[in-house]
């Protein structure tokens, strides 16, 4: 038994190793890698004349690193959440009560708690007893909110907006998100805390159910300031990432907790549509002609209906799913294929092509959505900076890439969800 451990204990310690001098981490795909390089690759052809020299001379660069994002996932907790948005967990379509805006839906689901000095935890309040309604109370001419949870609360929405902007969003990236009891208190219009309460601790429950259509718009301002400041470097890696989470956002299975039909006994349909089907159909029958690059009028909404779409597709995709599984001889449903000298158990051609033909070309008409959104946002970023003359920034090297690695102590949830989105 000891020994058969010391195996194991060896063998793991190797692989961490050639993972380490490899510099590769061994992440499940989404899109397949193929289908993100794909988009990538394709989204350089919708942009105009002025764009087009400066991303087809970085075209490898642009396809190959699509995926770095994916490759980045286990190294912070942080990464892991970019790429989807569990949306059915806060409500039903069209999720109207969840916030466009990070900041608002950061503040709509971040609870507070009391620490005294004894170390006990007292809760001030919590998100979801949580009632929100005007008060009757008007001060400086705006309607006070009455926040109705352990106790009655009431504050001003703006001065709770500026108090979380200038005490919480400067700790975001922090584990613990702490607070002088005083700046609470000011908040609140109590003269202080009791004297036995030591600290104020804030509880983030918003990002760990994904935060995919605030990084877009994030992303777009990110890319929007490397033109501006006529970054080349910047403009491509950036580029090359951006593509991926927009990417993400197309695909139905990264807006739901249901993520890989865990909670419907389909487990493994997420690799099924967004892995297996284009690798096996985007060549020889899905058209890639999605025409010019448009400029993107309002970012936020643009992301947020991506989002929206890509979720009103979910039903038909699982019931199809079922109806198939049902349908098809059981025994014709998997096979045996050789991949890179390793055998793997997959859907089946027929099979896959099954579902393909039930789905009615979703597959290939969001892989079609994304190629056309990157080439947009790619477009509109340079609009937006003022379309800078990019002449002189053609003979640029390509970024370095960067060096990725796993992070030792992410927890096993934080594994488990990194690994099934
Ligand atoms: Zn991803």
Same mark, same amino acid.
């Given at each position: 038994?000891?020994?058969?451990?010391?195996?194991?204990?060896?063998?793991?310690?190797?692989?961490?190793?050639?993972?380490?001098?490899?510099?590769a981490?061994?992440?499940?795909?989404? /899109?397949?890698?193929?289908?993100?390089? %794909?988009? @990538?690759?394709?989204?350089?052809?919708?942009?105009?004349?002025?764009?087009?020299?400066?991303?087809?001379?970085?075209?490898?660069?642009?396809?190959?690193?699509?995926?770095?994002?994916?490759?980045?996932?286990?190294?912070?907790? *942080?990464?892991?959440?970019?790429?989807?948005?569990?949306?059915? *967990? $806060?409500?039903?379509?069209?999720?109207?009560?969840?916030?466009?805006? !990070?900041?608002?839906?950061?503040?709509?689901?971040? &609870?507070?708690?009391?620490?005294? @000095?004894?170390?006990? =935890?007292?809760?001030?309040?919590?998100?979801?007893?949580?009632?929100?309604?005007?008060?009757?109370?008007?001060?400086?001419?705006? *309607?006070?909110?009455?926040? =109705?949870?352990?106790?009655?609360?009431?504050?001003?929405?703006?001065?709770?907006?500026?108090?979380?902007?200038?005490?919480?969003?400067?700790?975001?990236?922090?584990?613990?998100?702490?607070?002088?009891?005083?700046?609470?208190?000011d908040?609140?219009?109590?003269?202080?805390?009791?004297? @036995?309460?030591?600290e104020?601790?804030?509880v983030?429950?918003?990002? &760990?159910?994904?935060?995919?259509?605030?990084?877009?718009?994030?992303?777009?301002? %990110?890319?929007?300031?490397?033109?501006? +400041?006529?970054?080349?470097?910047?403009?491509?890696?950036?580029?090359?990432?951006?593509?991926?989470?927009?990417?993400?956002?197309?695909?139905?299975?990264? =807006?739901?907790?249901?993520?890989?039909?865990?909670?419907?006994?389909?487990?493994?349909?997420?690799?099924? !549509? &967004?892995?297996?089907?284009?690798?096996?159909?985007?060549?020889?029958?899905?058209?890639?002609?999605?025409?010019?690059?448009?400029?993107?009028? +309002?970012?936020?909404?643009?992301? /947020?209906?991506?989002?929206?779409?890509?979720?009103?597709?979910?039903?038909?995709?699982?019931?199809?799913?079922?109806?198939?599984?049902?349908?098809?001889?059981?025994?014709?449903?998997f096979?045996?294929?050789?991949?890179?000298? #390793? =055998?793997? #158990?997959?859907?089946?051609? &027929?099979?896959?092509?099954a579902?393909?033909?039930?789905?009615?070309?979703?597959?290939?008409? %969001?892989?079609?959505?994304?190629?056309?959104s990157?080439?947009?946002? $790619?477009?509109?970023? !340079?609009v937006?900076?003022?379309?800078?003359?990019?002449?002189?920034?053609?003979?640029?090297?390509?970024?370095?890439?960067e060096?990725?690695?796993?992070?030792? @102590?992410?927890?096993?949830?934080?594994?488990?969800?990194a690994?099934?989105h």
């Amino acid at each position: 038994m000891k020994d058969y451990r010391n195996h194991l204990l060896g063998t793991a310690l190797l692989l961490s190793l050639f993972f380490l001098f490899s510099g590769a981490i061994p992440v499940k795909e989404d /899109w397949g890698f193929f289908g993100h390089r %794909r988009i @990538n690759r394709l989204a350089v052809f919708t942009l105009p004349p002025e764009l087009i020299p400066l991303y087809k001379n970085q075209i490898e660069y642009i396809t190959e690193h699509a995926v770095d994002p994916d490759k980045r996932r286990y190294a912070t907790k *942080h990464e892991a959440v970019r790429h989807y948005i569990d949306i059915d *967990h $806060w409500g039903v379509f069209p999720f109207a009560g969840v916030p466009r805006t !990070w900041s608002k839906a950061l503040q709509k689901y971040t &609870e507070f708690y009391a620490v005294t @000095n004894k170390g006990d =935890t007292l809760e001030l309040m919590n998100y979801k007893k949580a009632r929100w309604t005007d008060s009757d109370i008007t001060w400086k001419g705006r *309607h006070l909110k009455k926040v =109705t949870s352990r106790d009655s609360l009431i504050f001003d929405e703006e001065s709770y907006g500026q108090f979380f902007k200038e005490a919480i969003l400067p700790q975001y990236y922090e584990d613990e998100w702490k607070i002088e009891p005083t700046l609470l208190a000011d908040l609140l219009e109590l003269n202080a805390f009791p004297e @036995n309460v030591k600290e104020i601790l804030a509880v983030d429950r918003f990002s &760990e159910y994904g935060i995919l259509p605030y990084h877009l718009l994030k992303m777009q301002q %990110r890319l929007t300031r490397a033109f501006q +400041d006529k970054d080349p470097q910047k403009i491509i890696q950036l580029s090359s990432e951006f593509g991926h989470y927009i990417g993400d956002a197309h695909v139905p299975l990264h =807006t739901t907790e249901n993520y890989n039909g865990q909670m419907t006994n389909q487990i493994g349909i997420h690799a099924f !549509w &967004e892995s297996r089907i284009p690798e096996l159909f985007a060549d020889t029958e899905f058209d890639y002609f999605v025409g010019k690059a448009e400029y993107i009028e +309002d970012p936020q909404d643009y992301y /947020w209906k991506i989002v929206l779409k890509s979720h009103s597709y979910l039903d038909s995709l699982l019931a199809y799913e079922i109806r198939l599984k049902n349908e098809f001889p059981p025994d014709r449903q998997f096979c045996y294929e050789d991949r890179n000298g #390793r =055998t793997i #158990r997959t859907q089946c051609k &027929e099979y896959s092509e099954a579902y393909h033909k039930m789905l009615g070309g979703q597959v290939e008409s %969001r892989m079609r959505g994304s190629i056309l959104s990157v080439g947009s946002a $790619w477009y509109t970023a !340079w609009v937006d900076a003022g379309q800078p003359d990019l002449s002189d920034l053609m003979n640029t090297n390509a970024p370095e890439a960067e060096v990725i690695e796993a992070r030792p @102590n992410l927890s096993d949830k934080e594994r488990e969800k990194a690994r099934g989105h």
